[in-house]
């Protein structure tokens, strides 16, 4: 609230400009102290309890911001390997993330080698800049492309028949990664579409009988 002695600019018997200069301000209530407030300081170093906010929030012991659950991996028998797995979901996005990356980098790799020992009409660094760029981008997406496509044809089999099935084990893994090369290769006739099945069987195996025996 405002106090003064002089008059009320409202009457228009004063500048208001003279009024605001003189008037004085107060406010009700009790005063607030900041000698106790908490400072970035403080929250870095560890000198606030945090469990002074439950008050304020008006949770009491019931503060859980974060609920995470690790700990609740997939029940199935055999799941538990090297690396456990909390379900297909979690197989699906990690599995297809990793190999899409790796394909890339792989990818990435090819075609840098490509790119440097291709023959160019005029030797020049900005001519075989750009042919190592392409040849990047060539090898790079089409690797990385076709490596997500497998994991995730591969994710999506090997969760059906685990779930079919009742556990996870190689055998399921090497059918899953036969059923993937099968499909993947179909197109192109019965022989490269066994031969596909036959390789991808067998890196399956291979993949589930490391994560055991690690």
Not at 61 to 68: F, G, N, P, T
Not at 77 to 105: E, H, I, V
Request: include cysteine.
């Amino acid at each position: 609230m405002a106090s003064t002695d002089s008059q009320n600019p409202a009457s228009g018997s004063q500048d208001p400009a003279a009024y605001l200069r003189s008037a004085q301000f107060s406010r009700d209530g009790p005063s607030v102290s900041v000698d106790n407030a908490v400072t970035a300081n403080d929250l870095l170093l560890g000198a606030y309890d945090p469990a002074k906010l439950h008050p304020l929030a008006q949770l009491g012991d019931q503060l859980d911001y974060l609920v995470l659950e690790d700990d609740k991996t997939s029940e199935l028998p055999g799941a538990g390997t090297a690396m456990p797995s909390r379900g297909w979901g979690d197989d699906l996005c990690y599995g297809t993330g990793t190999m899409y990356l790796s394909g890339l980098a792989l990818g990435g790799v090819w075609g840098v080698n490509e790119g440097a020992r291709r023959p160019l009409a005029v030797s020049n660094a900005r001519l075989r800049i750009n042919s190592i760029l392409n040849s990047v981008t060539r090898r790079g997406t089409f690797i990385g492309n076709s490596a997500g496509v497998l994991a995730l044809v591969y994710n999506g089999l090997n969760s059906s028949i685990d779930a079919f099935r009742g556990k996870h084990d190689t055998a399921g893994s090497m059918a899953a990664g036969a059923m993937t090369g099968a499909l993947y290769k179909s197109t192109a006739g019965v022989k490269p579409a066994l031969a596909a099945a036959t390789f991808i069987s067998g890196l399956a195996g291979l993949w589930s009988y490391v994560k055991k025996s690690v």
